[in-house]
């Protein structure tokens, strides 16, 4: 079983939308998570970052985690085609510790 | 807003040649991390850095690569004896504090060996 798996999609929604992505993990000992966001050609850029189980707010973007079920998600309202791009969530056991990442979720928003 | 810098954007090299890759990592972080992106695979650890010496490494990171902190604001990955399947992106990051801060990611060197 893979550690940290998530659907590479693609994903395409119509602008305006609410787009839900999703990483199921195995490690029970993970306690951080976070999503990233990569444009092509482009670093991982942090967009969220929780501890521990429950909801983060930041504006268009809720990052939820849900310790019992190993199961996080992120969901982007009010979608713009500013947000295509490949979303990777990661984990982590220890802070300061090694990144577990997901395989990356493309989402396409069409105009 | 800081950002850490990574150069070169692109390196060419030889089999069996030494590279280099550096990283200018933002000014006030203390743990620094190289990770790789094989195309078209995860992201993956390499290692870990803190107090000038290696917090955590993965079994990727064998007697090949070695990391370095050369002086106060640079941070360099050296593959020695390169391999056509190192051939990858290499992401450089680093994060303030052991204390909830996460860690911040530079564009990447892709190496391409030939």
């Known amino acids: 079983q893979k550690e940290v798996e998530q659907d590479p999609g693609p994903l395409s929604v119509p602008e305006g939308a609410i787009v839900s992505l999703n990483c199921t993990y195995s490690n029970s000992a993970f306690q951080y998570f976070m999503w990233y966001r990569q444009y092509s050609r482009k670093g991982p850029e942090l967009l969220m970052y929780?501890?521990?189980?429950g909801n983060k707010e930041d504006g268009r973007f809720t990052a939820q985690v849900d310790k019992s079920s190993k199961y996080i998600s992120l969901f982007i309202r009010d979608s713009q085609p500013s947000d295509s791009a490949t979303y990777l969530c990661?984990?982590?056991?220890?802070?300061?510790?090694?990144?577990?990442f997901g395989q990356g979720t493309e989402l396409s928003v069409k105009p | 807003e800081p950002e850490v810098t990574q150069t070169p954007s692109h390196q060419v090299t030889q089999m069996g040649q030494e590279v280099i890759l550096r990283c200018v990592p933002i000014s006030n972080h203390l743990y620094f991390y190289w990770y790789r992106q094989i195309l078209g695979q995860k992201v993956e650890f390499l290692v870990s850095?803190?107090?000038?010496?290696?917090?955590?490494k993965s079994e990727i990171f064998d007697d090949q690569f070695s990391v370095e902190r050369p002086d106060g604001s640079n941070f360099t990955l050296k593959i020695r004896s390169t391999k056509l399947e190192d051939s990858a992106m290499y992401f450089c990051a680093s994060s303030e504090a052991p204390t909830d801060q996460p860690q911040h990611f530079g564009d990447g060197t892709r190496l391409s060996i030939l």
């Open positions: 990661a984990m982590s056991v220890l802070q300061g510790g090694k990144l577990i």
């Open positions: 850095f803190y107090n000038n010496e290696i917090s955590e």
């Open positions: 929780t501890y521990s189980s």
